[in-house]
């Protein structure tokens, strides 16, 4: 929740709950035990934040605030927390300087950051939040793949997660994970495999801050929001006493807030919430896969779209180019007179040329003249205008034309 000044020149704060379930009341929400108003969050502001708190644990019980794996006789086993790293920072070192190094084996110059992944266990909801901005940057296989990373349950699976991360080439999704390698108590503090904690502690408690989340809303119900800083702390004082004495009343009388509030009662509604969940998830999935595919056909279809225009409009550039070389071909071929008459050329064709054979004359009886004898001529090759003119006859009777016979030539017979 965060609350602000009436007059809006204030910053504003926001207002930190510390909260814890009372399993032996039963009540519907979880109690809240600190509250703090603050308008920026660092590490220091946190340790001092929590060294005050052990300072009033300390004073009312006599005991540190009872963490299991650093003070003897603790029966707190983790602590949920956001992936604040200012947070985490300044709770580690404040258990550091109470624990009790004899009992824990841990010594107190240890680095804070080492000793997160024996207690701290990150929301897995804070955790996957990010990871809903990726829908729309990779498929929907991908998308489950990187929603199942808090499930990882080897350092090879590990490895093999943070290739294909990195194999993506999305800049955003690689920053993501690059942030949880280089802060090193990240990935054991949310990832059972890479934790510290053993096996029964781990499946034995939460992995969300759903009951921190559950009693800020109530808070926020009863309260309200955006109001000034001495409102909000009056109404929460309110708020708590009533929580205070109800807690009282039932220790009292042995009367239970809620009676269907059995830790095996609240697991099995958790149960039937994430198996409905699941479905939804499950049903998402597949629409959103179904919606990829259908949307790449559609860019497919697309694609073959935009080809096929820019294969028509290169045909029509080619038909209108060669249209326009096809009339100035005619328009060379075309004459006019001096008044603008446009007269069709008349175009001669030429006539084949037939190849002239010779002539075989061949003897025959020559006819009688005044200077020759009856006697045989000797045969001679002449061309056919030769022949014509040199061979002695008296009339056209006397020579014998033999047409049709041969393609391309003429042959003549004479006697």
């Known amino acids: 929740m965060s609350s602000r000044w009436a007059a809006g020149a204030r910053p504003r704060l926001n207002e930190w709950e510390l909260t814890i379930f009372a399993k032996v009341v039963q009540r519907v929400t979880a109690a809240s035990l600190v509250r703090g108003y603050i308008s920026g969050a660092s590490a220091d502001f946190f340790e001092h934040l929590f060294d005050e708190l052990q300072r009033m644990k300390l004073m009312f019980t006599g005991r540190p605030i009872p963490f299991k794996k650093f003070v003897r006789g603790g029966n707190l086993l983790v602590t949920n927390l956001d992936m604040d790293t200012a947070q985490v920072l300044g709770l580690c070192r404040s258990v550091l300087k109470f624990s009790d190094p004899k009992y824990s084996g841990i010594p107190k110059d240890t680095n804070p950051e080492d000793i997160a992944p024996m207690f701290i266990k990150i929301c897995w909801r804070h955790a996957k939040e990010p990871v809903h901005d990726f829908r729309s940057l990779v498929s929907a296989a991908d998308f489950a793949q990187l929603m199942d990373f808090v499930y990882i349950d080897s350092k090879e699976k590990l490895k093999a997660f943070s290739s294909f991360v990195y194999g993506l080439g999305v800049k955003k999704i690689s920053d993501w994970w690059r942030h949880k390698e280089i802060n090193e108590w990240i990935i054991p503090c949310f990832i059972k495999s890479q934790s510290r904690l053993t096996e029964n502690e781990w499946d034995s408690t939460p992995s969300t801050t759903n009951n921190n989340e559950a009693q800020h809303h109530h808070t926020n119900t009863l309260a309200g929001v955006k109001l000034t800083p001495v409102e909000a702390l009056e109404r929460r004082r309110y708020i708590d006493q009533n929580t205070a004495e109800e807690i009282e009343m039932s220790l009292r009388t042995g009367i239970l807030v809620h009676t269907n509030n ?81 007269k069709a050329g008349r175009g001669r064709r030429a006539s084949p040329s037939l190849p002239v054979q010779s002539l075989d004359i061949e003897d025959s009886p020559a006819a009688p003249t005044s200077s020759t004898a009856a006697s045989e001529l000797p045969a001679m090759e002449l061309s056919n205008a030769q022949a014509l003119a040199v061979l002695p006859f008296h009339g056209v009777d006397d020579i014998l034309f033999d047409f049709g016979m041969y393609t391309g030539g003429v042959r003549t017979d004479c006697e």
């Open 262 to 342: 059995e830790m095996s009662q609240r697991m099995s509604r958790n149960t039937q919430r994430q198996s409905a969940t699941a479905q939804k998830a499950q049903d998402s999935y597949a629409a959103a896969d179904l919606a990829h595919q259908l949307q790449l056909q559609i860019e497919a279809e697309a694609e073959k779209q935009r080809l096929s225009k820019e294969t028509s409009k290169a045909l029509k550039a080619q038909l209108k180019e060669s249209k326009a070389k096809s009339g100035k071909a005619r328009k060379a071929d075309l004459t006019a007179s001096s008044s603008g008459r446009v």
